[in-house]
């Protein structure tokens, strides 16, 4: 049992990762510092920005880089979030790649804004730095933030390294850019863990960057003097099921452009072979944890204390939650007895007051032959430690599920709470 | 193979630079013997306030799963070395964003090193430092406390210095070769690379036995737990005092039993009690409230409470009535009215001596010029 072949560069390896493209250069750089490199690889037309903690870090980096002559591009910080996603939305509109992000309730304040965008098929591409809903003005990482949009057309991916939020990034633009798609992306990057810590980054080159990505083409659906056309107009109840059913369409057509992008991304780079999902450990897996973003790092850790008590356990990271991995899903996880499944989110008043992966990982498991159970974990709210401790407190829990004893799966279990 | 962890306690905003700087050096030295690293900061500490304890972390590993255990934490809680940049800092840590103040060395791995940036001799610092159960060892890097914050960076050396110790005490962590070279490759001064080894060659460390120490025991706060707290994020205010020594018994203002404010200091108000003419304009000024009204209406600084803004000192009319001193003279957070009234002449002597520290400057590190003179004195 080896663990899945890392997607990191190895230690060492001066001037780039083995097999990696001539330029790469490797830094020391936070998780927000690799989205904005990313920016300044796809040569974003426009950026806009207003402050909230961890986003406001990415707005730091880019305004660096602008003043230091590295990166040019349209910077406008706005009076509000609304206006900041307001402004690249129609930016978008008019041929421009665009940036933009924000955390927390600074996201919520977007919401309209949010919502329209991905009904225009406008492909945003934006970071979400991870936190809390606040009050009283907790700053530390929960998912519910971008989770709020996932519904409404947004394609949503959580990224666990400094390195993953940068090729996040830039595979981002390839599939929101693309004509099948035209959806907005976000990323989602865990405040603190990840937009605050520095490790080591390779970070490609332009050429190797313009190489992948082609130019932002929105071809006759441009908002041009040349190309005289209305965008959102009045519609009512004769016309907006089919849009919305377009909608659907596109983010059906996502799955695809998101497998071609990592194929064409991993040739090029070397990185980034299993696009949805990520497998730990699974290959003889009894039970499986399942979860998104920093939290496979103590998952991870944990996994290999229990594999060398001989415990047969695995572990799926969820890289992108919209559009949903349901095939890859039930293919991971069809052979384990049970599930545990770790939220940084909570769903109050849902199904078993379950998390939000937890109850939309159960709805994507219900229809196969063999079910696993699926117990659902609520931990890490509003940035607290998930210590392996922690992981391994849970994986008791799901080993006892499997066997048909302990608590079940119709229970929500909140962990490392004080009581 | 192990990983190794190096804690940094700083003065928020005004050493956030130098901190940084510290723990950049240490994993970038770490790529250069082959190793992997990550530095960070504890994420509850910012914003950073000015002058309020901070920490950063550097991380030394040898493989990709070792780092793994620390890409999720706040703070690292098994250091080899605490660096500790402003000797001050020495008397405990309250951060802004919680509640208990935490002891420099709490962080420490038994036989860790702390390393102190400072003037104050072992001894000095000893009498500050809060006793452990295991041994440890303290190092001192020779040197004022240095100003590289968020807005000004004084090129001190301060940070190579303290690398090139940390190569010389914890030579597992990153070796003098790795720092050098990183060094030289960061800030391409040779002088940085001379400074660093000069440091390296310097540092002694002595050990400190288990008891050694502060023997004061920190303020603590307990969390509850959800089912204690009160609902709806109602929190009681802290009830407002009204007369608690009688009408003429002079008047303490409510203060929260667990968040103080001390260690945010770097110096502190003496006030001369002799020349006090009761004006007021202390007491109504001070932003956190934190002086006491005697019995007979002198106003007397609560030094758990104080911040060391030294506003007291800038809006008192009576020349030397209120002087800033330095924290470092100080061993406990005495009433000094209770002193002055119990044996006048006394205070007067005391007041002598702790006047003769006072430093010409106001809050925390604003910093005077002279950079160009204190970089040669401190590199000659």
């Known amino acids: ?419 | 193979m192990s990983t190794s962890t190096v804690e940094i306690i700083y003065r928020g905003v005004f050493q956030k630079t130098l901190a940084k700087n510290i723990c950049r050096g240490v994993v970038l030295a770490a790529r250069k013997e082959g190793k992997i690293g990550l530095a960070f900061g504890r994420y509850s500490d910012s914003p950073e306030r000015n002058g309020i304890p901070a920490k950063q972390f550097a991380v030394v590993a040898h493989t990709e799963e070792e780092l793994q255990e620390f890409l999720s934490r706040y703070e690292p809680d098994n250091n080899d070395i605490t660096i500790v940049t402003d000797d001050t800092l020495c008397k405990g840590a309250e951060s802004w964003s919680w509640n208990g103040l935490q002891p420099v060395n709490t962080m420490l791995k038994p036989g860790g090193t702390l390393l102190v940036a400072s003037m104050q001799s072992h001894d000095d610092l000893v009498k500050d430092i809060h006793r452990r159960d295991h041994p440890y060892h303290l190092a001192v890097v020779k040197g004022s406390t240095s100003f590289s914050g968020m807005f000004v960076y004084k090129d001190d050396h301060t940070d190579v210095r303290l690398l090139g110790a940390l190569a010389s005490l914890a030579p597992h962590v990153v070796g003098l070769g790795a720092v050098t070279e990183a060094i030289r490759e960061q800030w391409k001064s040779d002088l940085k690379v001379d400074s660093a080894k000069r440091a390296s060659d310097l540092i002694r460390s002595l050990p400190i036995r288990p008891g050694q120490g502060n023997p004061e025991t920190p303020h603590a706060f307990e969390l509850p737990g959800w089912k204690k707290m009160g609902e709806g994020l109602a929190i009681p205010g802290i009830p407002v005092r009204e007369h608690p020594h009688g009408w003429d018994g002079g008047f303490v203002p409510g203060r929260s039993p667990t968040f103080k404010k001390f260690s945010t200091r770097t110096q502190r108000p003496v006030v001369n009690f002799d020349t006090c003419k009761k004006c007021t304009l202390c007491w109504l000024q001070c932003p956190d409230s934190s002086f006491n009204i005697a019995a007979d209406g002198l106003y007397d600084p609560d030094l758990e409470a104080c911040c060391g803004c030294g506003v007291c000192e800038a809006v008192c009319p009576v020349a030397g009535c209120v002087t800033m001193v330095r924290e470092e003279v100080f061993q406990d957070n005495q009433s000094q009215w209770q002193r002055w009234s119990k044996d006048k002449a006394g205070y007067k002597a005391l007041l002598a001596g702790w006047t003769a520290h006072h430093e010409a400057r106001s809050h925390g590190y604003h910093h005077r010029g002279q950079y160009a003179e204190e970089i040669a004195n401190e590199t000659r």
């Not at chain 1, 080159?205 to 190309?227: C, I, M, T, W």
């Not at chain 1, 078993?352 to 937890?358: I, N, S």
């Not at chain 1, 849970?394 to 080993?399: D, N």
Request: proline share 6%.
């Open chain 1, 1 to 419: 049992m080896k663990p899945a072949e890392s997607t990191r560069p190895k230690p060492g390896a001066a001037g780039g990762a083995p097999g990696a493209p001539r330029g790469e250069s490797e830094e020391l750089i936070s998780g927000s510092e690799a989205i904005a490199h990313a920016c300044r690889l796809a040569d974003v037309d426009v950026i806009t920005a207003y402050p909230i903690r961890p986003y406001d870090t990415v707005m730091q980096y880019v305004s660096q880089m602008i003043s230091n002559g590295e990166f040019d591009c349209e910077y406008i910080v706005a009076e509000s979030e609304h206006s900041q996603f307001e402004v690249v939305k129609h930016a978008s509109a008019v041929g421009a790649r665009v940036f933009t992000g924000s955390s927390g309730v600074g996201w919520l304040y977007a919401f309209e804004p949010l919502a329209v965008t991905a009904g225009l098929r406008l492909p945003m591409v934006a970071m979400v730095g991870n936190r809390a809903l606040d009050d009283p003005g907790a700053f530390g990482v929960e998912h519910n933030d971008a989770l709020a949009v996932r519904d409404l057309g947004w394609m949503l991916n959580w990224v666990d390294t400094a390195q993953e939020a940068l090729d996040t990034a830039l595979i981002a633009y390839r599939v929101a850019e693309d004509p099948r798609v035209f959806l907005p992306c976000a990323i989602s990057c865990d405040g603190a863990f990840l937009t605050h810590s520095q490790s080591i980054v390779h970070v490609p080159s332009q050429e190797a960057v313009r190489a992948f990505l082609p130019p932002y083409n929105r071809g006759d659906k441009q908002l041009h003097p040349d190309n005289p056309i209305t965008i959102a107009p009045q519609v009512n109840e004769d016309w907006l099921m089919e849009i919305r059913r377009q909608n659907d369409a596109a983010m059906r057509r996502a799955r695809e452009v998101i497998m071609e992008a990592y194929v064409e991304f991993h040739a090029k780079f070397g990185r980034g072979e299993e696009p949805f999902i990520e497998r730990y450990m699974m290959d003889d897996a009894e039970v499986a944890l399942v979860g998104m973003g920093t939290l496979a790092m103590p998952v991870k850790v944990a996994v290999r204390k229990l594999r060398k008590e001989g415990k047969k356990v695995g572990f799926v990271r969820v890289r992108w939650f919209r559009p949903f991995p349901t095939p890859e899903l039930q293919a991971a996880l069809a052979g384990v007895r049970a599930v545990g499944v770790i939220d940084r989110d909570y769903g109050y008043g849902s199904a078993f007051h379950a998390g939000v992966l937890a109850n939309d990982l159960r709805s994507a498991l219900y229809p196969l032959e063999r079910r696993p159970k699926i117990l659902s974990f609520i931990a890490g709210l509003g940035g607290r430690e998930v210590s392996s401790e922690n992981v391994m407190d849970i994986v008791t829990r799901v080993f006892r599920a499997g066997e048909g004893k302990g608590s079940g799966d119709q229970e929500t279990t909140w962990i490392g709470v004080r009581e």
